[in-house]
């Protein structure tokens, strides 16, 4: 990956019926992560994390509904009109402090299937073995066996 590949551009994202709209400074370069949770296989996010400064939420708040769950360290924010799943907020220490994720499913005009995926194994809590290139199988919670581990 060259540098020009990695810039920092901005990018905008928004629900299937435009209630909710962000800005969000990212590398699209750098990839994306798909987790095998619960909750990240039923809405089927294709995410990135940045911190907060990095994130510009354009919708006013009354807008969106929000879910928690679990041990409740991050909210994901939804449309109230059309359900769709476009960013979460939390904190967690691992990732340096306060954190946005966003879904690069919602990104306008971004050819998401050019993005590079890493997969991570949260179905198992197994957030230490760090991320695949493949993703995890059902029941496995050491890394696929490939030779290209991330």
């Not at 994202?13 to 962000?22: D, E, L």
């Not at 939420?57 to 009109?81: H, I, N, Q």
Request: hydrophobic letters at 35%; a neutral charge; glycine letters at 10%.
């Amino acid at each position: 990956m060259n540098d020009a590949d990695s810039s920092i551009r901005t990018l905008r994202g928004s629900c299937h019926c435009g209630a909710v709209r962000f800005k969000v400074q990212a590398a699209p370069a750098q990839g994306a992560s798909r987790c095998n949770c619960t909750v990240c296989t039923k809405l089927a996010v294709l995410g990135s994390i940045v911190k907060p400064d990095a994130f510009e939420l354009l919708t006013p708040d009354a807008e969106m509904g929000e879910y928690r769950w679990g041990s409740k360290m991050a909210t994901r924010y939804f449309c109230k009109v059309c359900g769709t799943h476009c960013f979460g907020k939390g904190h967690l220490p691992a990732l340096g402090g306060d954190f946005v994720s966003f879904n690069y499913n919602v990104i306008d005009e971004l050819e998401i299937s050019e993005l590079p995926v890493v997969y991570w194994d949260g179905r198992h809590n197994n957030w230490q073995a760090g991320t695949a290139k493949q993703p995890w199988p059902i029941g496995v919670t050491t890394p696929p066996m490939s030779p290209e581990v991330a």
